[in-house]
């Protein structure tokens, strides 16, 4: 009998391997592609990337932030998540005021951009048309979420960025049967939930799309005064403190 084979360790970088190489699916590959060929006017002149953005941040991070999937002319384009839109100008203008980015500008792959102390990923890896993936594209990109929640172990609060997010991450903790399924946990901008010592704190911030900080349902000192809270928790504070 041959000896059996030992499997490798995951990994963060395996995870953003499989996600590139990744095709479960079929409309999103197809949407991200077609963006790519068609481009902007203003990026007629960029190679768009034009397939699924892994995550970007900090292996040894101690906040996770989950956006809902890449922007069809941002991520989708330069392929670094929340890089080269409006909702990734607003992010890391965030960020960099609270510590967590080097620099308040997310602009290409190579700017020099770092991310300190976060993990940015997203519950889809593919822009979706519409900004919209269906439940199964969801359910299919979920894994590789639960594989990154595993192989961060220092994370003690997420930021999740809309209601997908939100949903994303739930699902996730209802599935490993961390969250009874009747547990109240709804969406609401602020709200923040702890599920005790094992888990991270979940925090709810609406999504830094351009919908949302244009009408002024989000502004920059709503999204700061979430990250501020974030960077309490994660340094050790209470919920409700
Ligand atoms: S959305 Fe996720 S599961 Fe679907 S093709 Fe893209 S990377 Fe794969």
Redesign the pocket.
């Known amino acids: 009998m041959s000896p059996a084979r030992k499997v490798p360790p995951d990994t963060l970088k395996k995870v953003a391997e499989d996600?590139l190489r990744?095709?479960?699916?079929p409309r999103?590959?197809a949407h991200c592609r077609r963006i790519a060929q068609l481009r902007r006017k203003a990026y007629a002149d960029w190679e768009y990337w034009g397939r699924?953005v892994p995550s970007f941040g900090d292996p040894q991070a101690r906040l996770l932030v989950i956006g809902l999937a890449p922007g069809a002319h941002g991520a989708n384009r330069t392929g670094r998540i929340f890089t080269g839109d409006a909702s990734g100008d607003f992010l890391y203008a965030v960020l960099h005021r609270t510590g967590f980015a080097s620099q308040p500008v997310s602009r290409c792959r190579g700017d020099g951009l770092e991310l300190v102390d976060v993990y940015i990923t997203a519950a889809?890896?593919?822009a979706p048309p519409q900004n919209r993936?269906t439940k199964q594209?969801l359910e299919?990109?979920r894994p590789?979420l639960e594989r990154e929640l595993r192989l961060l172990p220092n994370v003690r609060a997420v930021v999740a960025l809309g209601r997908i997010a939100f949903d994303a991450y739930l699902s996730i903790l209802r599935a490993k049967g961390k969250l009874e399924a009747a547990r109240k946990t709804p969406f609401r901008h602020g709200a923040i939930y702890d599920f005790g010592s094992d888990l991270p704190v979940l925090l709810a911030s609406y999504h830094p799309s351009r919908q949302n900080t244009s009408t002024g349902r989000l502004t920059e000192p709503m999204l700061t005064a979430v990250f501020e809270q974030a960077r309490r928790l994660i340094a050790g504070d209470k919920v409700g403190n």
Do not use: D, G, S
Request: charged share 25%.
């Open positions: 996600i990744c095709e479960k699916c999103l590959i699924p889809a890896r593919c993936p594209e299919n990109c590789y």
